[in-house]
């Protein structure tokens, strides 16, 4: 009788613990979901249990869906991938803090998570919002979230929701449809934020891109119709250098909607529950026509929905192919009615479009604090630079958006898109007649100024013996100099000693091994840097003419701009644009400066250099191999935007070429690949190396120097990351001033394509291309092998089997003590 009594007592508990934790949001880890039990949210909106899904399928998942709606509607589910086969599962929380989900009968694991933030006393809570959470049973702060299910979401787009990237995490919130009604694994229909320049939201079907929005213009996303009057919910977009996420939040609370990515359809839905009708009705859906699908006409074509045919080229390009065109196939798009001249006066310039869809954002810049002019200058002095527009259209528009290369997927938006400056022919744009009316002018003036020397010649013919002396009034002191057709804009010697306070040692911003570098300020405002070849310099005539020459014909915007030079009386002077923050060495190995640079701005620094290198290598009108690259010589302007800079060593290589030999061996030693150094070998892969180095400096902040090794005398930069890799401690390597801002995969990423950069061999290094490549993807990395270029000494004097090479002194070495600049 007793032990009856005992086992009524014993069932009446279970069955009372069991309705307990049905009507519970929580559990700890004593605790454990069963596959006949669920966690409700306080406010009964919604559950977390087992399901099956559809009528046909025998899996099971474990999911979360809203209680009080009769038709079952998931809106989250852990183990998509994984289904469970049978009702022997259970979800607990392990004693790292972790979900579990179990299968019983095997004791294997179908679905966990994986955070290693630590608490005294974890626990699982679904909240009114739909987000499952793990965190301190203490802590009840939304921000120290151990891990949550809002970050890892799958079909569904809740209010509160965030998608898209938290960059500081590495985090990417992407939205990934059902395979079908009765399917909730991973389908290839999915939506995320793209990371940009200028972010947007895109859809994908597989590996095509499906639908844009457009980039966020401050108030919309610019392929977006105005926002109605009537909407039911608060959109909004957070855009910083941490993170770029779209949220939102339900204007009337009672209101039930969601947005769901349908594969069945291939449509992003916004569904809203009507009780009346007990039904989910679609209130919009993207794409929402034809002109929505990604790039329907094709670059430089606009697509006008309801007009017939919705492709036409924009003003100024044509077809590419009108049989293609007429026949309604538009993938080839357009291309300019005319050429035109980049940089040439009068040759180029911008026509204003509109009520735009603006272009796809791959190959984008983007300078919050810019003006619109003198983001009309930036692109004009870029000859990649097809487009500009405002980066924030709120108000009267603010900031710069700069475009390069074709322009894709731009679609009229009536009363709500925006203005977009396209590069056209000058004949083509809305210049054409400011540039006629200036035509005029000038030869107005020009008439004017010939008929008066001709008046000028006809009194002083009788006493002239040389018309030309007076005509021009030369006196010829340098005639090898002043032959010379360098190709860019000559300054006279005054105007740049008056600029320059006369050279004066209070405008000195540092020495190299060209010579002295001076602050200077032009009469029109402004700033310049100009550097001016020293009499004693180890480098001379040659490197100036070298570098005249070739920066006169490249044009990247991570490369220096030259100016101009000047040729007077004895003085050589190339005039820069002046670079406000210095050179990199000077925040990357000083200990309080080094602070200013975070793990995104390396990153994006890295980047940018690798960027700038490639252009050099590959798309540039000239191949050209720097030879010199290094932390002194990349310039950071205001933006900290990183430009290559001094290419008074650079040689250029006609056709296919890509490598060279030189008696004369020029560089700085710690960047110099093992056959430039010792062979006099230079290639594009001499400048890899030069990168890989650079690449190591800027992860660990510090040089390339044994200083930093006393212990060990044959070991530098190079051979202590070797070290720390190969014995599987490389997140030693990485800087301690990152131990806050660092994105861990990126850096070791970075460590790992640093290393194959300084292989020994040439051929085992990358090309720039590839390594640009490899800097912005996940795929697999080759390892790579001992890097034996470990320099200890190099002689002065070397011979080869072939010839003996005279010894060098240290003065073709560029040394660079750079102050401001």
Known sequence: MAFLVIVILVSKLIFFSSNFLAATDMINQ???????????????????????????????????????????????????????????????INTAGNFILLNQNNNTVIWSTNTTTKASLVVAQLLD???????????????????????????????????????????????????????????DFTANSSRTNFPEEVMWKGTSEYYRSGPWDGRKFSGSPSVPTNSIVNYSVVSNKDEFYATYSMIDKSLISRVVVNQTLYVRQRLTWN???????????????????????????????????????????????????TQMNWNQGCVHNQTWSCMEKNKDGFKK???????????????????????????????????????????????????????????????????????????????????????????????????????????????????????????????????????????????????????????????????????????????????????????????????????????????VKVLGCCIQENEKLLIYEYMANKSLDVFLFDSDRSKLLDWPKRFYIINRIARGLLYLHQDSRLRIIHRDLKASNVLLDNEMNPKISDFGLARMCGGDQIEGKTRRVVGTYGYMAPEYAFDGLFSIKSDVFSFGVLLLEIVSGKKNN??????????????????????????????????????????????????????HHPNDRPNMASVVVLLSNENALPLPKYPRYLITDISTERESSSEKFTSYSINDVTISMLSDR
């Open 30 to 92: 004593f605790q454990s979901l069963e596959d006949n039990t669920t966690l409700v949210s306080n406010d009964g909106t919604f559950e977390l249990g087992f399901f099956t899904p559809g009528s046909t399928s025998p899996n099971r998942y474990l999911g979360i869906w809203y209680k009080n709606i009769p038709i079952r509607t998931v809106v989250w589910v852990a183990n998509r991938d994984n289904p469970i086969k049978d009702n022997s599962s259970k979800l607990s």
């Open 129 to 187: 919002s739909g987000n499952l959470v793990l965190r301190d049973e203490k802590d009840n702060n939304p921000e120290n979230y151990s891990w949550q299910s809002f970050d890892y979401p799958s079909d569904t787009f809740l209010p509160g929701m965030k998608a898209g990237w938290d960059l500081k995490k590495g985090l990417n919130r992407v939205l990934t449809a059902w395979k079908n009604w009765d399917d909730p694994s991973s389908g």
């Open 275 to 325: 009780e009346d009708s007990q039904t989910w009705r679609v209130s919009s859906e993207l794409p929402g026509d034809l002109c929505d699908n990604y790039s329907t006409c094709g670059a430089f074509g606009i697509c006008v929905a309801g007009q017939a045919p919705v492709c036409n080229c924009l003003d100024g390009f044509k077809p590419k192919s009108t049989r293609n065109w």
């Open 353 to 559: 479009f509109s009520n735009l869809k603006a272009p796809d954002t791959e190959r984008s810049w983007v300078n919050a604090s810019m003006t619109l002019d003198e983001c009309k200058n930036k692109c004009r002095e870029n000859c990649s630079c097809t487009a500009y527009a405002n980066f924030d259209m709120r108000g009267e528009g603010s900031g710069c958006a700069i475009w390069f290369g074709d322009l894709l997927d731009i679609r009229l938006i009536p009363n709500a898109g925006q203005d977009l400056y396209i590069r056209l022919a000058v004949s083509e744009t809305d210049e054409k007649d400011d540039s006629k009316k200036k035509v005029v002018v000038i030869a107005s003036i020009v008439s004017s100024v010939v008929a008066t020397l001709l008046i000028f010649i006809f009194i002083y013919w009788s006493n002239a013996k040389n018309i030309k002396e007076i005509i021009l009034g030369i006196e010829v002191k340098n005639n090898e100099s002043q032959q010379e057709d360098f190709e860019l804009p000559l300054f006279d010697l005054v105007s740049i000693a008056q600029a320059t306070d006369h050279f004066s040692d209070h405008n000195k911003l540092g020495e190299g091994g060209f010579g002295p570098v001076y602050k200077g300020t032009l009469p029109d405002g402004l700033e310049v840097a100009v550097k001016r070849l020293s009499q004693t310099s180890g480098q001379g005539l040659k490197e100036f003419k070298n570098e005249v020459m070739l920066c006169a014909k490249l044009q990247h915007r991570n490369l």
């Open 706 to 759: 044994r200083l930093f090794y006393p212990n060990d005398y044959n070991n530098n930069l190079i051979g202590h990351a070797w070290s720390l890799w190969n014995e599987g401690n490389p997140m030693e390597f990485i800087a301690t001033s990152l131990e806050d801002s660092c994105i861990l995969y990126e850096a070791l990423r970075c460590i790992h394509i640093g290393l194959l950069c300084v292989q």
